[in-house]
């Protein structure tokens, strides 16, 4: 216990003291202070039940409790104050104050020498396989949500706290789901507590124990039936901070959407009136995210800290997983960007440190297929490009293409025309982030147009690689076999002295060469993609064989199906066309919905197919487009709404829209119309012929588009069937007219000069171009084009060659 002076107090037993002056005479409550060895109260005790107050005032006694038990005092001490002089009450306060100073003086230091704490973020997604994504799931307030989340936390929570790291953890937050490839994927938030010195060595440990937690099974508690241990599929984790934590968790404004194949959903935001919003966006597990940004009005802010746009693949806003961020820098125009995910789910955060009214988000996304990168490519020419280009290019991917001439004698000469990728690290000496390889040399500098001709040998290697942040355009290659000692062209043959002649007249016996060197390529064991094959397997290097009247296949399978194509006329949306005669596009249908007439232009392939454009049957707010019932076709047709016995009238039995088609730029923009019965062939109705993927249209062929679509810009449709006269443009050109958006799926017809186009209303209608024996040929489907008849943009079409085999695949 502790020692008083004697002077100042007069020290008996409590007991003694309670029973003297007995407990009603006790006001108690006057001050009570706690000590490492006891508890110290002061009472007061009034001066009629004191017996040695001769004065009648009150004194103070000091009860020391020393022994505590089930809130009783079981041993204490009772001191009495005998009224000291004034000096002994300043000599009390002084040794108060002092005690009082010292336990300060021993928090203070106790708390400066303990080891400084901080807190440790990370974020991260666990696989399930044996649940399933619902609708419910995407709304945080849902009973479902709530109990998936809890038996995940719970999950967490037991791992951890039974691990190494079990005194360092907090909680867990799940924070969002989507389909997983396998079950249901959940992402959420882990946090630690932990000493500063040591959290470098817990950023890395924790990412490892968590690895090692994937190895384990879930317990039944995650499963709906209760029975059953299940594996988990996949489990990562990254380093997070403060920040994007408690943007996430407190202050977002948050939309979950998700979207199916061939639908698309919109993100609008205008005035907005909180500091930030988030878009969670899933589509199917085997689709990715492909977002467009098609407006962006912000003020303008001297720092990325005051608006910024974020796009991240992942659904937690991870830096490590971030693709890419605008900031705030006034107004952009359409299309201001187009991203793509490297799986089926993406988050887009929009922040902002003050509110004005011209702050304006535009955007939508829908599911598009995954697509294979790389391959192996046996030609004369052609191109490469990076995943989606010239949209972004997903994170964390790899692809490997081998390109060879067709001929061993035969070089390749490569040109880079475009080349935007993430740059290397400061102070690197190399490319250590993403890169595009060729023939073992990387590069990863921007490299805008009209990059200068690489020659390599016989066949070349690219690969091109992106890690898990940040993405840009990606790059575009052409490509040329060529050689040095032969001064023929590609689809030219050296005779062997110093003479060319064209392939095709080779092979038609012409004796311009020698006997040897005549025949000598007609025919090759291999196919390439260049050469027409044959029913038997072998193939033709003569170019545009199929139905030119001459029997050149040994099996004659180049001279079947040849009944296409024709028309009784020798000779004879359209802006700048004219009325077409009866009968003279036999294969021209309208596609019509009800009460909204003609919608879309289509080309009849067959009794029972039409071929027609997929941006035809997007579904709209008010219209499902994607609905065969809805849609009749009418053949035979020459004005709008004509009635009369010649016009036959289907309905469709199903759509098929090719399952890569990309709405962001309209690439593989094709689409089949199944009819409910076969309609029957007469001179007003006829087949166009397909043309095989070897048939090439040259640069200049004149080509007639067909349609009923508008004759000027932004005018009504025309009610007859209009026709122009156009000519197909050379790639290059065409794709630097139009930044890069051409697609080895597209071609471009029309005039330069403006003038001739198709229009609003020819959608899916054909371009017709003549082959051997005026036999007409489906080169290009009406697709897109900026305005109608533009100068120096014309109309650009889905090549068809590029999609034969799809076309015969679904249509047997």
Known sequence: MATFPPHLFDCRSAGSSFQQYGKEGISQGIMTQAFPSGRVSVYSIPAPYHPEQADGQENLYIHYCTSYQKGLCQKYYFFKWMRPCFWRRWLLGIL?????????????????FSPAFSLIYFGGSVEIP????????????????????EAIQNYLAESYECSTLGKYYLKSIVAAFSEGEHGLRAYYWNTFWAPQDITGSLKKLIPLEQKEMSSKQIPHIFSTSGEGDFDLVTMELFVSDSTEYDVMLKSAVSFDLYAKPGNNRTLTLLNPKKSFYQWRLRVPSNCVVRLVVTSLH????????????????????????????????????????????SSNVMLLTFSLDHREERNILKAHFQAIPKIMCGGHYI?????????????????NIDCSWIIRAPLPAYKLSLKILAIQIQEKSPGSSKCDKDWLEIDGVRYCKDISENGRNREYGYS?????????????????????????????????LNCGDGKCKHQYKTCESDDSCSEDSNENNCSYKSCFPYTYKCLNGKCLLKPNPECDGKRDCTDGSDEMNCACGRHQFKKNRIVGGEDAQSGKWPWQASLQIGAHGHICGASVISKRWLVSAAHCFLDSDSIRYSAPSRWRAYMGLRTVNEKSNHVAMRSIRRIIVHPQYDQSISDYDIALLELETPVFFSELVQPICLPSSSRVFLYGTVCYVTGWGAKQENSHLARTLQEARVRIINQSICSKLYDDLITSRMLCAGNLNGGIDACQGDSGGPLACTGNGDRWYLAGIVSWGEGCARRNRPGVYTKVTALYDWIRQNTN
Request: charged residues 15%.
């Open 130 to 149: 044996n649940l399933t994504y619902t609708n419910d799931l995407n709304d945080p307030s849902s009973q479902e949500f709530l109990l998936q989340a």
């Open 460 to 492: 070349v290697a690219i690969n091109f690689h992106s890690d898990e942040l940040v993405t840009h355009r990606g790059f575009y290659i052409e490509y040329r076999a060529f050689s040095h000692a032969d001064s023929c062209t590609p689809e030219r």
């Open 379 to 395: 030609s004369w020419n052609g191109s490469l490009s990076s995943p989606y280009y010239p949209s972004y290019y997903p994170p």
């Open 298 to 341: 912000v003020v303008t802010s001297e720092n990325c800290a005051s608006h910024r746009l974020s796009a991240y693949d992942f659904l937690l806003p991870l830096q490590n997983k971030i693709i890419t961020r605008w900031c705030g820098s006034g107004a952009w125009t359409p299309p201001v960007i187009r991203l793509t995910s």
């Open 96 to 112: 108060s104050l002092l005690f009082l100073s010292v336990a300060v003086i021993v928090l203070v230091l106790q708390y400066s």
